[in-house]
């Protein structure tokens, strides 16, 4: 259920002790640009780690190699596991693979539906509306 305090900041720049900055990043876990390269600079990213805890930050790899929507779902498990496990923590997701990895919301946001249910995660609002409008199919694109 969509809240208005689960819903992650459109420009996040400082942390809480308990918060956690939820990024996509490169395959290979190198951080040069957009989130990754903040979360690096600011949130204790490593360099080279492509997935998982780093830091205040929490990595998904959406890009680069084999990373496909399969891959990226399985790594969105992962990470909702972790979060079930951490309840004292409180995790700011921001829309990954929906910048740099050129995906839409349409097909990241509903890989969250399970994470959207933990009451200490936080959804972009533009994955909140595709998690509400689920049962509407995807907008077609005309070619």
């Not at 819903?7 to 040069?32: D, W």
């Not at 990373?67 to 979060?83: D, P, Q």
């Not at 079930?84 to 990241?108: A, K, M, N, Y």
């Amino acid at each position: 259920m969509e809240s208005k305090e689960r819903v992650t900041s459109g420009c996040i720049t400082t942390l809480k002790e308990n918060e956690i900055f939820v990024f996509g990043c490169r395959n290979s876990g190198r951080h040069f640009d957009g989130a990754s390269n903040f979360a690096l600079e600011h949130f204790g990213a490593v360099m080279g780690q492509r997935e998982g805890r780093q830091g205040q930050s929490y990595a998904i790899p959406t890009i680069g190699g084999a990373i496909g929507l399969k891959e990226i779902r399985e790594s969105v498990g992962v990470f909702t596991k972790y979060a079930l496990e951490h309840p004292e923590l409180h995790f700011l997701v921001t829309p990954i693979g929906c910048g740099g990895g050129c995906r839409s919301e349409w097909d990241i946001a509903p890989m969250f539906e399970e994470a959207s249910k933990l009451a200490n995660v936080s959804l972009p609002q533009c994955f909140w509306h595709v998690l509400k409008l689920k049962d509407i199919k995807r907008p077609s694109v005309f070619l």
